[in-house]
C-alpha cells in the first residue's frame, strides 16, 4: 500500500531509482470480461422498467415505440457505455444492440433488434464508422430487406485525426459527433419525418461534424493482461487517439500547456487551409455546436476547465459562439483518461427549417443518458456573450477612512513585523509538497495546498500593510484565511483569527486573555481536542501562552506528538490498516506549527540583526 512505501528512514541502497512511467489503471471489480456486458445489460434495464431486454441478442428496445414512426436502431462494441443501451428511449433510439467489449455485435444479434421495432415506417441503422460495424450492420439490413422490411443504413465518421491522405480508403472513424446525429434523427423521427427523409437529414448531419480525440494514456480491457495496451509515459500525450486503444495520430512529449494544446485540437478541427483535414467549412459566425466527451477517465472538474478553454478559443480565435455545448460522458472507452471534441455547423446541415429547425431537434427533451449533457439550454436561439454570463462583483469603494484618533494597539517595529511575517509565509510554502505528500497518504491531500495559498497571499499583502501595525496585519490574516483558504483546516484557522483579533480589542492586547477565548471559539464548532491528531495538538497548547518563547515550543512539542497518535477526528479517522505503522506527522497540525514558529524565528532574527 502506499502507506507501506511511506519510509521515513533513509532508503535502503539496494532499492532501484523511481521510475517515472505512468501506469494506467489495470485494476477492475471483476477479474474477467466473462459474462460483463450481459450483466451490465441487466443491471442498466432494471433502471429502466418501461425498456425490454432480449437477453440472448443482447438488445435493449422500447416496446413503446410507434410502429407509425421510423426505429433509429444503434450499436457496437460494448465499453462505450452509455453508448449505445443509454440511448434507448422516447425521441432517440427505438432500440440498441450490443457486442463484446470493443467488437461489434453480430448480424443475428442485429437482426433481432431490427424484427423488435421495424414496423411498416422502417427502421435506420446509424453506426459509427469501423470495419466490424460496418460488415455486421450491412449484413443485418440486406437480410432485413430480402425479408421486405423498409430498413437503411448510415455510417457517421466525423474524426479528422487520419485524414484524407491515410484514410482515404476506410474514411473518417467514428466518434461522439455520431451521438449529435442520433438526438437529431431521433426528435425528427419522433416528429414524422419520414425514412427518405431521415436517411437524407443524417447524411448531411454527419457529414458537417468533425471530431479530435487526446489522450493521456490508453484504456484496460478486464481480464487482458496488463500491460498488453501501448502506454504513455508521464510525459507524453497523444492527439487524434481513436475509441478501441488505438495509437494516436500524434504523440506529444513534452505534454503540451492546457492552452496550446487546445489550440492545436481546434486547429486540426477548424483550419482551412490543412486541405488533409478541413472536411467541414467553418466561417466566423457560424452556428455551431460543441460537444466534449468524457472516455471515462477524466475527471469532470478538468473537462469542465477544457470546455472553457475551448469555448473561450473559438470565440477569440476562430469567431464562433456555440448556440449549444454539451459536456458529458456520451460515448466512452471503459476508463481511458481520454476525451474527443466535437464541433457541429448548423449552416452546412442546410436543414429545411434552417438552424432554427436543427436547435428544437436537439432540444427536445428524452427520458435517457442524453439530457445529462444537455443542460438547461433549451429554447436558446442565440447565446449571450460570455462576459453577461459569468458575474463578477461589482467593485466597491470604501469610504474614505478618517485619520486615526490614537495609536494602533498593538505594534513591533516595522522590520520585525515584516520578517516575522515573511519567514512564517516562506516556511509554510517550503513545508507544502511534505504537507501535501502526509495529507494524501491519510486524507484528502488539500491540507498543504490550502496553507500554501493562505501563505503566499500573506506575502502578497505585506507591501500594503501599516508598518509595524500588529492588529492591521492581523486584520489582513483575517481576511486571506477568510477569502482564500477553504477546507477543514481552513474553517479551524478562519474562526481561530476571527476571535483572536475579536479578544485582542475586547482586552487591550492581553494576548493571554485573546488566545485564551480564541481555542474556546473554536471549541465551539469542533470536538478535537489534545490527543486526536488534529491541528487542535498544536492550536491548544500554543493558547496556553506564557510567551511566544514557551508558547513556540509547546506548538512544536504538540506537533511532533501527532505522529504516535491515533486519528479520532477528521478523514484520517476513516483510514484502517494502520496499526503499527510508521506515521507522518499530522499535516494540518504541522503546518500551523511550522508558521507559528516561522512567526518567531523571523522576529527573533530581525530584532538582532537590529542590535548589531
Not at 473561450?312 to 476525451?339: C, D, I, K
Not at 492588529?471 to 477553504?486: D, F, H, K, Q, T
Request: proline letters at 7%.
Amino acid at each position: 500500500s502506499n502507506l507501506d512505501q511511506f519510509i521515513l528512514a533513509v532508503p535502503s541502497p539496494n532499492l532501484p531509482p523511481p521510475s517515472v512511467t505512468c501506469v494506467m489503471s489495470s485494476k477492475h471489480l471483476f477479474p474477467t470480461a466473462a459474462g460483463l456486458v450481459d450483466t451490465s445489460l441487466l443491471g442498466h434495464a432494471a433502471s429502466h422498467p418501461s425498456l425490454r431486454l432480449l437477453a440472448p441478442h443482447r438488445v435493449l428496445y422500447n416496446p413503446l415505440h410507434p410502429p407509425s414512426q421510423v426505429a433509429l436502431i444503434s450499436g457496437g462494441g460494448a465499453g462505450h457505455e452509455p453508448a449505445w443501451a443509454g440511448y434507448v428511449g422516447a425521441n432517440l433510439l427505438a432500440a440498441s444492440v450490443s457486442g463484446d467489449i470493443f467488437a461489434s455485435p453480430s448480424a443475428s444479434q442485429i437482426g433481432a433488434a431490427i424484427h423488435a421495432v421495424c414496423g411498416p415506417a422502417g427502421a435506420i441503422l446509424v453506426i459509427t464508422n469501423y470495419t466490424g460495424d460496418c460488415l455486421h450492420f450491412g449484413l443485418a439490413c440486406e437480410k432485413a430487406r430480402a425479408q421486405g422490411k423498409r430498413v437503411g443504413v448510415v455510417v457517421c465518421g466525423d474524426d479528422v485525426a487520419v485524414g484524407r491522405e491515410r484514410g482515404r480508403l476506410v474514411g473518417r472513424r467514428g466518434l461522439a459527433g455520431q451521438i449529435a446525429v442520433l438526438k437529431i434523427l431521433g426528435a425528427a423521427a419522433a416528429g414524422g419525418m419520414p425514412f427518405h427523409g431521415l436517411m437524407a437529414l443524417a447524411e448531411r448531419v454527419a457529414g458537417a461534424t468533425v471530431s479530435i480525440a487526446a489522450t493521456l494514456d490508453h484504456c484496460h480491457v478486464p481480464g487482458r493482461a496488463a500491460g498488453g495496451e501501448a502506454m504513455l509515459s508521464a510525459d507524453e500525450i497523444e492527439l487524434g487517439t481513436g475509441p478501441h486503444n488505438e495509437p494516436g495520430a500524434f504523440k506529444l512529449s513534452p505534454i503540451p500547456a492546457p492552452e496550446a494544446f487546445v489550440a492545436r485540437i481546434l486547429a486540426h478541427l477548424l483550419d482551412p487551409t490543412d486541405a488533409d483535414r478541413a472536411y467541414v467549412p467553418f466561417a466566423a459566425g457560424d452556428a455551431v455546436v460543441l460537444m466534449l466527451s468524457n472516455f471515462g477517465g477524466v475527471s469532470p472538474l478538468e473537462l469542465g476547465a477544457i470546455a472553457q478553454l475551448v469555448l473561450a478559443q473559438l470565440e477569440e480565435r476562430w469567431g464562433l459562439r456555440p448556440l449549444r455545448v454539451y459536456v458529458a460522458p456520451f460515448e466512452t472507452s471503459l476508463n481511458a483518461p481520454a476525451w474527443s471534441t466535437t464541433l457541429i455547423n448548423l449552416d452546412a446541415v442546410k436543414a429545411e427549417g434552417g438552424v432554427e429547425k436543427l436547435l428544437d431537434w436537439l432540444d427536445v427533451r428524452t427520458d435517457t443518458a442524453w439530457e445529462a449533457g444537455a443542460g438547461s439550454q433549451r429554447g436558446l436561439v442565440t447565446r449571450a456573450p460570455r462576459s453577461e454570463q459569468v458575474v463578477w462583483p461589482a467593485a466597491v469603494s470604501a469610504p474614505p477612512s478618517a485619520p486615526p484618533t490614537s495609536a494602533p494597539l498593538l505594534t513591533l517595529p516595522s522590520a520585525v513585523l515584516t520578517a516575522a511575517l515573511t519567514t512564517a509565509a516562506e516556511a509554510v510554502m517550503a513545508a507544502e509538497p511534505d504537507l501535501t505528500a502526509w495529507d494524501t497518504l491519510l486524507g484528502d491531500g488539500d491540507c498543504g495546498e490550502t496553507l500554501a495559498t493562505g501563505a503566499s497571499a500573506v506575502l502578497a499583502a505585506l507591501s500594503t500593510l501599516p508598518a509595524g501595525d500588529v492588529m492591521a496585519a492581523l486584520a489582513a490574516v483575517e481576511s486571506i484565511v477568510e477569502e482564500r483558504m477553504g477546507g477543514t483546516l481552513g474553517g479551524i484557522l478562519g474562526i481561530f483569527v476571527v476571535a483572536l483579533h475579536r479578544g485582542l480589542v475586547d482586552s487591550n492586547g492581553e494576548w493571554g486573555v485573546a488566545l485564551k477565548g480564541a481555542a474556546e471559539g473554536v471549541w465551539r464548532y469542533t470536538r478535537a481536542r489534545v490527543g486526536d491528531r488534529t491541528v487542535m495538538d498544536v492550536i491548544i497548547p500554543f493558547c496556553e501562552w506564557g510567551g511566544m518563547e514557551k508558547a513556540v515550543a509547546a506548538a512544536v512539542e504538540g506537533a511532533e506528538a501527532t505522529r504516535a497518535m491515533k486519528a479520532k477526528l477528521g478523514r484520517a479517522s476513516y483510514v484502517g490498516g494502520l496499526e503499527g505503522k510508521v506515521l507522518p506527522p499530522d499535516p494540518g497540525a504541522w503546518g500551523v506549527m511550522v508558521a507559528l514558529r516561522g512567526l518567531w524565528e523571523g522576529a527573533e532574527k530581525a530584532r538582532a540583526e537590529a542590535v548589531e
